[in-house]
Structure formats: C-alpha cells, structure tokens
C-alpha cells in the first residue's frame, strides 16, 4: 500500500514539474490605487496575463465593463527597482514579458482615474501564466515548422503538376513522332512503287518500240 502512495505522489509531482505555472485571482481598486504582488521567476521566463477590469455602476448596482477604464500594468526587478515593463491597457487586456534575470519581480496593476472628484471602484480579474520562453520558442519553431511544411506539400503539389503536364507534353511528341515516322514511311513506300511502276512501264516502252522498229526493218 505504502509503494502505491509513493508512485502516485511521484506521479503527481512529475505533472506539476511539466505543467506550467497558472494561477488566478481578483481584488478591488478604488480611484488611483494600485495592487502589486510579487513573483520569483528565473531568467528567461515568459509571464503572459489576461485581466478584465469592471467598474462599479450606482444605477445598476452591479460591476460591469467600462470602455473608459484605463488600467496601467508595470514590472519591475526587485529589490534594485528596475522597471522591465510598462503599458496601459482597456478595460480587457493582455500583456507578455520576459524576464532578463532571475530574481523577486513586483507586477503591479493600477488604474488611471481622469476625474477630479470621482473615485470609481473597479473589480479586476486578473489571471497570469508563466512559461519557460524555450516552451514559447519551440511552439513558435513548430509553428513555423507547420507552415514550411505546408508550403512543401504546396511546392510538391506544383512539382506534380509541372511533372504531369510533362508526362502529357512527352506522350503527345511521342504520338506526334509515331505518327510522322509513319507517314514518312507511306511516302518512302509510294516512292519506291511510283519508281518500280515507271520503271515497268519504261522497259515495256523499249521492247514494243524495239519489236517496232525491227518490223519496219530498221534495226
């Protein structure tokens, strides 16, 4: 029994090691506030992070989504304060960086509030994936892969054409070539019978004007 949680559990940690990190959350923000929390990545990690920023409507009672919200989303390398990313988003947004090196990163969300007297609060979304850049590197490899291999299959498709249009063009010469070889060979034929014939009628001609003249006594 005892072997068999111990497999399972080597199992399980051999999924968790392959799977990549996935992880997702939602707070609130209130006027120019900004949320930031803190992540170990290694060099050369991808973070890709999709949120979804809804404002506090009075009338309706309920969050919903704003086309005004603007939501600013800033990396930065800790403790030396760096900052490796900085964009501002909609309301619906997705972001991408790459670590440069390992080490804590502060990622922090913030919206940018445009009125003076109003302080909006804002139910933020908010789910982040982070990945191996030599994952991202192979799957764009296999992409690219896919597509050169697709341009192959067309290129091969062409190559076919071409070799079956050459196929036909070759077997039409040939017809062609059979069928002049064989007209050559009527005419040749029609030659020799034209000649063979003249040639009769010739030695027909010297024989009757021969018995002619020695009729008439002449020869």
């Not at 979804?52 to 086309?67: S, V």
């Not at 390398?77 to 900052?83: F, H, I, K, S, V």
């Not at 979304?125 to 030599?134: A, R």
Request: with cysteine; charged share 25%; aromatic share 10%.
């Amino acid at each position: 029994m005892a072997s068999n949680i111990t497999r399972w559990s080597i199992c399980l940690l051999v999924l968790l090691s392959i799977v990549p990190s996935v992880f997702g959350l939602y707070f609130y923000l209130e006027g120019s506030e900004s949320k930031c929390f803190t992540e170990e990545l290694p060099a050369e990690t991808t973070v890709a992070g999709h949120y979804i920023a809804e404002k506090w409507h009075d009338d309706t009672q309920k969050f919903a989504l704003d086309k005004d919200i603007t939501i600013e989303i800033f990396v930065e390398e800790m403790p030396a304060g760096n900052r490796v990313f900085n964009q501002k988003l909609g309301s619906d947004g997705k972001f991408k960086f790459t670590s440069a090196e390992s080490g804590e990163h502060s990622i922090c969300l913030s919206t940018t509030n445009s009125g003076w007297f109003s302080a909006p609060k804002i139910r933020l979304t908010f789910d982040m994936e982070v990945t191996d850049s030599l994952e991202d590197a192979l799957e764009t490899a296999e992409s690219g892969f896919s597509e050169m291999a697709q341009r192959i299959r067309d290129l091969n498709h062409k190559v076919g054409e071409i070799r079956r249009e050459q196929a036909y063009l070759r077997d039409h010469e040939q017809e062609f070539r059979n069928k002049s070889e064989a007209t050559n060979g009527h005419t040749v034929t029609w030659t020799i019978v034209q000649l063979i014939v003249l040639g009769i009628t010739c030695a027909w001609q010297m024989r009757h004007l021969r018995g002619f003249f020695e009729a008439r006594k002449m020869i």
